[in-house]
């Protein structure tokens, strides 16, 4: 998720024609389909467009595209062939582009979330340092005060007195 230049793919979205993007298809009946099944002349061709400034414009389309894969499913009572690649294609390209705002929201949240969690574990090394010293520190304390027991100890008995337990 980190590896999302989200500078680049923000500047993209603005320079790119803004959203949403739709995808739709329209015959072209100079092409020819074959199959084992024999010739049908004509398939659908995707194109993806959006509305600018209130009029429906083409963007792209897969007409030239040189990476086709007609389906056909035709029968007896008809049907319909298409480019199942440009059909996929086009649906991908529709589809980021349209969650694009989405996938920046996330991207730059992950980013937050991954800089607090470094901030924690940075204060938590620190902390874990302080502890370190002050247990350290606690543990001198505890020694110079057993030794000032047993110097009282010594002192109350040179004295004739007994210590308190």
Known sequence: MTDIDTDKLRALDKAATPGPWERDSEYDGDGLATSSDGCATGWHNFFV?????GKWRTLLDTVNSDHKLIEDDRDENGGHSW??????NTALIVHLRNSVPAILAMAEDWKRCENHRNNLADKITDQSVEIGALKAE?????KALERSARIAEIALRALGKEPKA
């Open 49 to 53: 467009g959006a509305d600018v400034d």
């Open 83 to 88: 480019d199942a690649i440009g059909e996929a």
């Open 138 to 142: 606690v543990a001198h304390l505890c």
